[in-house]
Each structure stands twice: as C-alpha cells, then as structure tokens.
C-alpha cells in the first residue's frame, strides 16, 4: 500500500511538473511571437518611413528641377543662340530669372557670355563636374542636371541645370544657390502634401518659423497648427536631420506620437525653413501582429495541452529506456577506459639520444579503441628494431589481442634477430590459439648503423615512405615502400615470410603509419589518401622524425575536419643520422688484460680526441679492474665510438659476470673519517663525477655500461 502512495505521488509530480514546464514553454513561446510580431511591424513602419523619406527627396528634387528647368529654357527662347553678349545683359536675365548664376555656352564648350566673371571663356569639357554638360550638344539630350555641390570658384553650394538651344548648337547653363530653396519652395509646398492625418502614410509640412502647416488642405475647417490637429508640440522632441536636396537621406529617430484616439510614429526632417513630417499610424501594422498573436495562442494551447498529455503517456517508457541505455553505456564507457589503459601500456619508453640516428613515433586513439601500437628497441650496439601493426577489431578483446601479439613479436625479433622468421613464427603460434578469429598487419624493420640497409617483412600492412635526405639540397620526392607483402598474421597457418632489404643513406628517414592515416575522411567522405601523405611529408619545412610526424598528424587532423576520428591514428618515423665510427676488441679478466686495453685505448683516441685520453684512462682502469676483481667474468670487451654530435667518445664495457648495475651503488659518504666508511665505492663514484653521461643495461645475461666523455666546447675537427 506504501508502495502504491510513493507511487501515486511520484506520477502526481511528473504530471505537475509536465503542465509546469508546458505552461512555462507557452509564455515563453508566446512572448518570443509577441516580441517577434513587434520587430516585423517596428521593421515594416520603418521601412515604409524610409520609403516615405525617399519619395519626399524625388519629390523636391522634382521640383526643383521642374522650376530650373522652365528658367533655363525662358533664357534660351530669350537669347536664341550661343553669342558674346553683354555680362549686364546677362546679369539683368539673371536677376530677372530669380537664378544666381546664367551662363552661355557655344558647341565647343567655352562660356561665351555669363554674369559671373569668373565664369567667362572657361571651357566646360575640362573638369570632371561641368564635362557631362557636353552632351547637350549631341542633339538629343534635353536637360542635363546635377546636385548641389561646391561653386568652382567659390564657397557656396549650387544646384546647376543645362537646357540646350536648338539643334544642339551650345546651351544654357543656370545655377541656383541652395539658400534660395525657401522663396522657390514657398509657391509649391502647398500643393504637394496633405496634412490629414488618415490611415495610412501621409505627409505634413510646416513652416519653422511661424509653425504654421502649409500643406494641402482638405478641409477649410481643418486647424492650421500641428496643436490644432492634436500634436503636443511642446512634449515632441523633434530629432530633424537636414535633408540635403540630391544627396542620400540622413539618418534620423522615429518618434512615437500620442494624438486624441490614436498613436503614430513619425519622423521629421528639414529642408531649407521648411520641416517635414512623415506620419505613420500604429494600428496600420501593430494591428496586423496583434491579430497574428491571438491566433498563435490558441494554437499552441491546443497544440502544447495534447503534448502535454502525450508526454504523461510515454514518460514511464523513457525512464526505462533512459535507464536500459545509461548502463550499457556506462558499461561501455568502462570497456573503453581499459582498452585505452591498455593500449597506452603497451607503448615503448622513449630512447636515450643516439647519435647514429633519430626516432619519433605517436598514437591518436580513436573514441572506440583499436588496436594500434607501435615499438621499437636496440637489438645490440648497431642494430635497431622498429615495427607499427594494426589488429582488427575494437574495444577490449582488441586491445588483449594487441598486447599479446606485440609481446610475441618482440620476443621473437629479439631471439631471432631476422624479421622475416620472428614474423613466420609468431603466425603460427597466434593462428594456434586464435579462438576469436582475430587478426592484424604489421611492418618490421631492422636498421644496421654500421651500413644503414634495413631488412624488413611486411604481413599486409601500408607500404611506409621513404624520404631522402634534404640537407645537401636534395629535391627527391619522397617515394613508398613497394617491395610484394606477405599475408597478415594470424590469418593462415604454415606461412613462411620472407625478407627484404633498403638502404638508407645519412639523412634518410623512413616513415611508418597505420590505415588511419590514409583512410581518414572528410565532411564529404574523401579519403585522405596515399597521395596527401607524401605532399604533406614533402611539405615540411624542418626534415627530423618528430617533424615529420606532427605534420603528418596535422594535415590529417585538417583534412577531416568536423568529422569524428574512426579508428586509431599511428604514426612512426626513424631516421638515419650517420654510421658509427665504432672500435670493438676483447680482453682477458687479467691486470694483463687491462694493460692491454689502455694501450689500445690510446691507439683508438687520436687525433682531435686525444685530450680526453686522461680521463679515458681512469675510467677504463676502474671499471675494468671492478670486472677483473669482482664479477667472475670469463673476459670482457670494450666498444669505444667516436662521437661527432656532440663530439667525444663512448666507451661500453660488456662482460658476462654477475648481474651488478655500478650506478645503483650508493656512494660513499666522504665526510666521515677513512676508516670508518665501508671498503669500495669511490673508484664508481669517480667516474660518475668525470663521465657526461652513464647508462646500464642488462642484455643476453651480460652486463652492458655504457660511460660517455664529450669534448670541452663540443666540437670535434
């Protein structure tokens, strides 16, 4: 019964809060129509004032033109033809005329007669401003007008019009101060604009001065005031901005107008002494939107009740489809995290620097987990392996599979030392246990510094990118791998794989990558393809391994822009930087045996090295004489290298004695007294201090440490 209340309760809640958030999304809707309807009818009044603004401009310039017009062509009628008469003659037509400048030009162009001194014997056709009158005399053009604009040879501001005198043979020319817009307009105003303010658009015009409306009137009683017709003057604060005649309209505030019974939205502007109202009433578009607005909310009433109701239907179907797909994609999300965790464990270290070559590789996991992985390691002193696979599938079992598979192929180029059978064998032990029905491809390499030719076995994988060197000014493109591929692993059982070889010279890399490179799409599902990859690797300006791989990563990124990334994207680069000036010789575990090798040390260190030889020397007699001493060894050998970058030397002393790593050893404390401190330690601690860098490592059940001295200055002849 408990069980049933809870229940009512919880369904009487979701009903609550359904019919809230449907109420809340009515006003919400409604006010986003309402706010809507009012910009359009705000955009409609305003644009139908812009328009009433325009055809005021066209209206006076009409007129003006008209009036200039009838003058010019008076003067023409009264001169007859292009001649040198008088400037008295001329300034009396002026004045006459009511024009402030009237000047007769001859077909040529040249102001035969004017009463502007300034004006006489000025050819037209020079200035770009009086040029375009020249084609009065094509006997075709009737009038020629242009707007007001600053007088050639003064500062005020006329508007000129032409008229030509018969044939085209010259013309008249009459300009007209724009001061004397009011005594022109004064006789005209009256009957181009109504003062009734109706229903629609109309226009007023009063005059500043005497605030008196001098618009058509269409009734004798109508008041002859903007107060009279029910503007508040007083309350109105006009925002006029002078409208020049013949130039663009400027921009002035609508303001909203109370008048008895009404509202309506104006705008005003000045011409000479006049100003000039243009009245739209509010209920010509605001009506529209308020009629608009009632509809819309009884159709969402109707509309948001039923999905209310709809929503109350299938709300206990969502909670348990909400709670069905949350867990499978918890449970996903989980898989996810320990593909990537062990995906990302599987990955090399990065390596010391070598100064024989340079290596940079990278994984981009993909939001549903492949299985990628790359690696690489030293097989010994001089030789290299590196390998990029890619296994099938996604998620979890993937990444198992991958971890197994890079286990075994590891282990076997490191016991085989031959790509080609590591790879044979490996298929057959993973085709032995492939209950999943799994597989992957793989490309293996093994790179010889002492030569620089790479032997290599390909099961099925992208063919990688060799790039020759560009330091000497090389232009070569770069060029794939195309040597025939073997099958992938784990697909067919008894398969033999079989090498091959490249070389590579100092400076050349080799670029390895997985099919989520070239198979990445873009928003129009275009690969990005075999052939992007060698422009983009060509592109780079700065030729090293690390470069050659964020690029690749780049253009790729660019490439599917937009698009999530489908599988895993790796990438690996290894380039061969120079052969190693290497001397390998072995020695008895004897006092002998060190003898022997500190004078062969000297026989190596010559040269530009030669003042390292001290410190050589010392190194050599303590760690040998450590060996001879303590390890059990049956014999011991030194590599010494050259170094040219940075320039010294490397000195490797590998013996098969028991397992003992010197830089583990703690040093001796030297601040207490001799006797009191434990024997041993300070030949190591020596060293440590003397040597730029150390390494140990345990390889095939032999001790390898590794003691690097560069040169004071790095430099090397």
């Known amino acids: 019964m408990l069980r049933k209340d809870e229940g009512r309760k919880g369904r009487v809640k979701k009903r609550i809060a359904i019919f809230g958030v449907t109420a809340a999304l009515y006003a919400v809707l409604m006010s986003v129509a309402w706010v809507v309807g009012t910009h359009q009818a705000e955009r409609k009044t305003e644009a139908m004032l812009d328009y009433a603004v325009s055809d005021m401009r066209l209206t006076l310039d009409g007129v003006i033109d008209t009036l200039l017009e009838h003058l010019a062509s008076m003067v023409v009628r009264r001169f007859g033809k292009p001649a040198a008469y008088p400037m008295a003659e001329v300034a009396a037509i002026a004045k006459a005329f009511d024009v402030d400048e009237v000047n007769i030009v001859d077909r040529t162009g040249r102001i035969v007669a004017s009463n502007d001194p300034d004006s006489m014997d000025v050819d037209m056709n020079v200035k770009d401003e009086t040029r375009p009158f020249a084609d009065l005399t094509n006997g075709v053009t ?48 009256s ?5 009734e303010v109706g229903d629609t658009l109309c226009y007023i015009c009063v005059d500043i001065k005497t605030g008196a409306i001098i618009s058509k009137q269409l009734d004798d009683d109508m008041a002859q005031t903007l107060d ?22 400027a921009a002035a505030k609508t303001i909203r107008i109370s008048l008895p019974g009404r509202r309506v939205y104006g705008r005003s502007f000045v011409v000479g002494g006049y100003r000039f109202i243009m009245i739209e009433p509010e209920d010509e578009f605001f009506g529209t939107r308020n009629i608009i607005a009632a509809t819309m909310a ?61 290596l940079s590789a990278s994984m981009t996991p993909a939001r549903d987990v492949g299985g990628d992985f790359y690696d690489f390691f030293m097989l010994d002193q001089t030789h290299l392996a590196f390998m990029v696979a890619d ?25 085989l030392r031959d790509p080609a059978a590591a790879f044979s064998q490996v298929n057959a032990e993973l085709c032995r246990r492939n209950t999943a029905s799994m597989f992957l491809t793989a490309w293996s390499g093994v790179l010889d510094l002492e030569t620089g030719v790479v032997t290599f076995v390909n099961a099925g994988h992208n063919s990688p990118v060799k790039v020759k060197c560009r330091k000497a000014g090389s232009t070569q493109p770069s060029k794939y791998v195309t040597e025939k591929s073997g099958p992938v692993l784990a697909f067919l059982d008894d398969v033999k794989y079989k090498s091959h070889t490249l070389s590579l010279d100092p400076g050349d890399t080799l670029f390895l990558y997985t099919d989520g490179v070239t198979e990445a799409f873009d928003g129009a599902g275009e690969l990005f393809g075999e052939e992007r990859l060698v422009k983009a690797i060509d592109a780079v300006s700065e030729p090293n391994p690390k470069s050659f791989c964020n690029v690749v990563r780049m253009a790729v990124a660019a490439h599917a822009e937009g698009v999530p990334q489908a599988d895993d994207i790796t990438v690996l680069a290894v380039e061969y930087v120079s052969r190693p000036q290497r001397f390998v010789c072995s020695f008895p575990p004897t006092q002998e045996g060190i003898a022997t090798a500190s004078g062969w040390l000297d026989e190596v260190v010559t040269g530009a090295y030669e003042p390292l030889t001290a410190t050589l020397h010392i190194v050599l007699d303590e760690i040998c004489s450590n060996i001879v001493k303590h390890s059990g060894a049956s014999g011991f050998l030194i590599d010494i290298e050259l170094l040219s970058d940075p320039a010294g030397v490397s000195l490797t002393f590998i013996d098969d004695g028991v397992p003992y790593d010197p830089l583990r050893h703690e040093d001796p404390d030297t601040s207490i007294p001799m006797e009191e401190r434990a024997i041993g330690g300070l030949g190591i601690m020596m060293v440590k201090k003397m040597a730029d860098s150390m390494s140990y490592e345990r390889v095939q059940n032999r001790n390898s440490l590794k003691v690097v001295k560069t040169l004071p200055g790095d430099t090397c002849s």
């Open 142 to 189: 009737q009038v020629v007008s242009q707007p007001f604009r600053r007088n050639a040879y003064g500062s005020s501001r006329r508007k000129y019009l032409g008229v030509p005198f018969p044939g085209g043979n010259g013309y008249v020319q009459v300009g007209f101060e724009e001061s004397r817009i009011d005594r022109m307009l004064s006789s005209q105003l």
């Open 191 to 195: 009957f181009l604009f109504d003062a």
């Open 228 to 249: 009279g017709i029910g503007f508040n003057v007083a309350k109105i604060n006009w925002t006029d901005a002078p409208l020049l005649v013949g130039q663009e309209v």
């Open 298 to 358: 009884v159709l969402l009433a109707l509309v948001l009740g039923g999905f209310a109701f709809l929503l109350m239907r299938i709300s206990g179907d969502a909670e348990r489809i909400r709670a069905f797909y949350a867990a499978e994609e918890e449970a996903r999300e989980k898989d996810m995290e320990i593909a990537k965790a062990i995906q990302s464990s599987a990955l090399p270290v990065p390596m010391g620097a070598n100064p024989h070559f340079r």
């Open 391 to 415: 296994v099938s599938g996604k998620g979890v079992t993937a990444a198992l599979y991958m971890m197994n598979a890079k286990t075994l192929l590891k282990n076997a180029v490191l016991a």
